[in-house]
């Protein structure tokens, strides 16, 4: 069975979910070495295409599975357009977090020995949300209150 990595704690109904191209149809490749995982952050090109987020940069959370079939055939990802959510996440970068503590995206995340764009401790850029958990009270996991949109 496939590891969860990004799982909402709050409710679902009042999330805003939208589904947009991707720019590098590699990244829906669950054999790619660039396969995007959920919870990844990913941003927009100009031509209004999703790919992975950069430090520092504003940034939506991947709301489906890597690898699913659906997203390879039409080359589009899910992601958490709007509304505020709490959620548990396995891509993170652990140094220096503190409850309550600031986050921003980090495109040097170690997961599954691949370098994703995840949560780190706020660096600049936009603030992605605040901790609410450490992984060390919650099974390995963050968990992180979303507040950008």
């Known amino acids: 069975m496939a590891v969860v990595t990004f799982e909402i704690v709050t409710g679902l109904q009042t999330l805003i979910r939208r589904d947009f191209p991707l720019a590098d149809r590699t990244l829906a490749n669950p054999t790619a070495a660039t396969v995007l995982y959920e919870g990844e952050f990913v941003k927009f090109n100009t031509s209004y295409q999703?790919?992975?987020?950069?430090?520092?940069?504003?940034?939506?959370?991947?709301f489906?599975?890597?690898?699913?079939?659906?997203v390879q055939?039409?080359?589009k990802v899910t992601v958490l357009m709007g509304n505020t959510y709490e959620a548990d996440t396995r891509i993170f970068t652990s140094a220096a977090l503190a409850l309550g503590g600031a986050l921003s995206i980090a495109d040097n995340v170690s997961y599954d020995g691949k370098t994703l764009s995840g949560l780190a401790v706020y660096a600049s850029?936009?603030?992605i949300g605040y901790v609410t958990r450490l992984p060390a009270n919650n099974g390995g996991k963050l968990r992180f209150i979303q507040t950008l949109v």
Not at 54 to 60: K, M, R, T, V
Not at 64 to 70: A, H, I, T, Y
Request: net charge negative; charged share 25%.
């Open 50 to 62: 999703v790919l992975r987020a950069a430090d520092n940069e504003f940034g939506l959370a991947v």
């Open 64 to 70: 489906v599975e890597k690898g699913r079939m659906d």
């Open 125 to 127: 850029g936009p603030v």
């Open 73 to 75: 055939a039409l080359g």
